[in-house]
């Protein structure tokens, strides 16, 4: 079993080179990180599906042609692909982050 604490995952915040990120767990296809932008949200479209699970911190998503408020323990998912990012967000933002799966995404149920 493995747990993940965010009090820990703040430790490793900011990274050597000022990263707003950390690398805290990975199994298979799953990868596990902490996210705590400060200011603007720098992020380019991932390779990979995502989801987001916000831990504090409050403000407005943009994804894709949408744009949504969000809070704590708001669960937000990422399209592989998908341009997105956090916006006009309180300084303390902070955000477990959960990327999964082939490169390019899973396809959605349904489809063929």
């Not at 050597?16 to 950390?22: D, I, K, Q, T, Y």
């Not at 949200?41 to 995502?50: G, M, W």
């Not at 341009?83 to 006009?88: L, S, Y």
């Not at 396809?107 to 063929?112: D, E, K, L, Q, R």
Request: charged fraction near 20%; hydrophobic fraction near 40%.
């Amino acid at each position: 079993m493995t747990r993940l604490r965010a009090e820990e995952a703040f430790q490793k915040l900011p990274g050597p080179l000022g990263e707003r990120f950390a690398s805290v767990f990975s199994h298979g296809t799953l990868a596990v990180e902490f996210y705590a932008p400060r200011g603007t949200d720098p992020q380019s479209p991932h390779t990979r599906d995502e989801i987001y699970v916000v831990v504090e911190g409050a403000g407005w998503f943009l994804c894709g042609s949408e744009r949504l408020p969000f809070g704590p323990g708001d669960v937000l998912f990422v399209p592989a692909g998908t341009v997105h990012r956090f916006e006009d967000f309180s300084e303390n933002l902070a955000l477990w982050v959960f990327f999964y799966g082939p490169e390019g995404g899973e396809a959605p149920a349904g489809s063929s």
